[in-house]
């Protein structure tokens, strides 16, 4: 973790927050499993803090060991407010139409391959997320609103949501690996919160804390 | 007592579910497009009334919102809607059912624990008709109904694609009217108009659904024939030729006959490219109308 975290957040916070996004996505992965029937393992989630100025670079790293990619973006509001952003291997959007699929898949003139790709993507996309971003605010005593997810395009990654943040500020980002089972693909988790979350989180992180003392 | 009121009173269907697909709340909205009335569905699980909802999917994203608090979202892009209510003013569309924007999300309690779900339902059917309207103007040709020139040339862009990777045949029909200027100088262009439209009809009657007929310039047709060889394009070719010969075309009780000149080419190896195509499809109406009119030529 880079230095200027460290005005931000405490050590302490910081562990705290780890704490939570263990059990959060611990929780996540359970529930989608026995619930939703969709079998997926996250790897323990990593923070940063990045200035907002460094965020296209440490996207662009990111996602850059990721080639030929395809984004699913959603906006989530609330105390806890930001963009989740899921990162999939382009290949991946058939074996996610096949994993979604109810029965063999009808082609229509109106309904081409195309459309039900994207459908089980933004699906595929909008349940991740929510879980995770659902489990997170749970914990943290909240609840999140959502806007619909949409696809973009990996070389727009950057105009798409740089600017919906202030270049002059921090975002948090948290970062998973996560991998379908019996299935040999893998994609990126990012929860990319603003600043204006950071004080509400600092004190929920307290909060949580103090419940266990 | 003011938001029961708005419930009923807003231009949005707003259902509300329990955790077990049964309806707790059923507005004044969908009473009205669902035709049926609340007290009917009230208590019911909504699978008994639409039983198409019940999928896989739908469950998947209903307890998606259940368990995490998730949104999920129907978009009528995607879904084309979600509860099948007949369509009113498509404006001679075939869009048979209500477009719909849904949405489903948790309602909570004072405690945060989600013990309903709701869904909203609305009404997009007027931009989806009125973007199935700017499809279709951009794609036809607005007299006669068939294609126009831009979206043939931009199938042929594809199948020539296709011909390259497959090395499936693929014919290509030009068909001129003869002497139409004659029918226009003698009769009128109303009455050349109507010609064009019987024409365009009796050629796409004689083609097959996956064959992509358009209007190419003033008098002259096109016909892309994909999988198909010389020999069917050519005996296609005159079948048409013939039936129109033999028609007779009725416009305002005179009695009109026709005869059209046609092209006929097909692609192989050493066409590269769709224009040459083209251009030997013409070659050879040119040749046909060199050859004294009334018939089909290909050139080998």
Redesign the interface.
């Known amino acids: 973790m880079s230095s200027e975290t460290n005005d931000i957040f405490s050590d302490e916070e910081k562990d705290i927050l780890q704490e939570i996004m263990n059990i959060a996505f611990g929780s996540?992965t359970a529930?989608l499993a026995e619930?939703?029937?969709?079998f997926v393992e996250l790897s323990v989630p990593q923070i940063h803090l990045i200035p907002v100025g460094e965020l296209p670079d440490f996207l662009k790293n990111t996602i850059h060991a990721y080639d030929e990619t395809v984004i699913v973006d959603q906006k989530f509001w609330g105390d806890f407010s930001g963009s989740g952003l899921l990162v999939l291997p382009s290949r991946a959007t058939k074996e996610m139409l096949m994993l979604?699929a109810?029965k063999e898949p009808e082609v229509s003139f109106?309904k081409t391959m195309a459309?039900l790709e994207?459908?089980s993507l933004?699906?595929i996309g909008?349940?991740l997320i929510?879980?995770c971003?659902?489990?997170l605010?749970?914990l943290l005593?909240t609840?999140?609103?959502?806007s619909?997810?949409r696809i973009i395009n990996g070389s727009n990654v950057q105009n798409a949501f740089i600017k919906s943040f202030d270049p002059s500020q921090t975002a948090i980002v948290l970062k998973t690996i996560f991998k379908f089972e019996h299935k040999d693909l893998s994609g990126l988790l990012l929860l990319l919160a603003n600043q204006e979350s950071i004080g509400w989180l600092r004190k929920a992180l307290h909060e949580f804390l103090e419940s266990y003392e | 007592m003011i938001f029961s009121q708005i419930f009923e009173m807003v231009n949005v269907g707003i259902v509300i579910l329990d955790k077990e697909f049964k309806v707790y709340k059923w507005n004044r909205w969908m009473e009205t497009y669902g035709k049926i009335p609340a007290e009917k569905i009230v208590g019911a699980s909504l699978f008994t009334f639409f039983p198409d909802l019940n999928t896989p999917s739908f469950r998947r994203n209903f307890k998606a919102v259940t368990t995490f608090g998730n949104f999920a979202f129907f978009s009528q892009n995607l879904h084309g809607h979600l509860f099948p209510f007949k369509a009113t003013n498509t404006l001679g569309t075939d869009i048979k059912y209500m477009q719909q924007n849904c949405t489903m999300g948790p309602i909570r309690d004072e405690n945060n624990i989600i013990n309903y779900v709701y869904i909203m339902v609305h009404d997009v059917t007027e931009i989806a008709v009125y973007e199935q309207k700017l499809l279709e103007m951009n794609i036809k040709d607005p007299m006669t109904g068939v294609y126009n020139r831009r979206y043939l040339e931009s199938c042929l862009e594809r199948e020539f694609e296709i011909h390259k990777r497959y090395k499936k045949p693929l014919s290509l029909i030009m068909l001129d009217i003869d002497f139409f200027k004659r029918v226009n100088d003698t009769c009128g262009h109303q009455c050349g108009d109507s010609i064009l439209i019987e024409c365009a009809s009796f050629i796409d009657s004689n083609i097959r659904t996956v064959d992509i007929l358009a209007r190419y310039g003033g008098e002259e047709f096109c016909c892309l024939l994909p999988e198909t060889r010389i020999e069917s394009a050519l005996s296609t070719a005159e079948r048409i030729r013939k039936k129109i010969e033999d028609h007779t075309f009725h416009v305002n009780k005179t009695k009109i006959k026709i005869t059209v000149s046609q092209g006929v080419a097909v692609l192989s190896p050493e066409i590269t490219s769709p224009e040459t195509l083209l251009k030997i499809a013409d070659s050879a109406l040119y040749k046909a109308k060199e050859d004294g009119r009334n018939r089909t030529v290909t050139i080998s």
């Open positions: 996540a529930d619930v939703i029937d969709i979604l109810d109106t459309t994207k459908e933004v699906e909008n349940i929510g879980a971003v659902g489990k605010s749970e005593k609840f999140a609103t959502y619909p997810p």
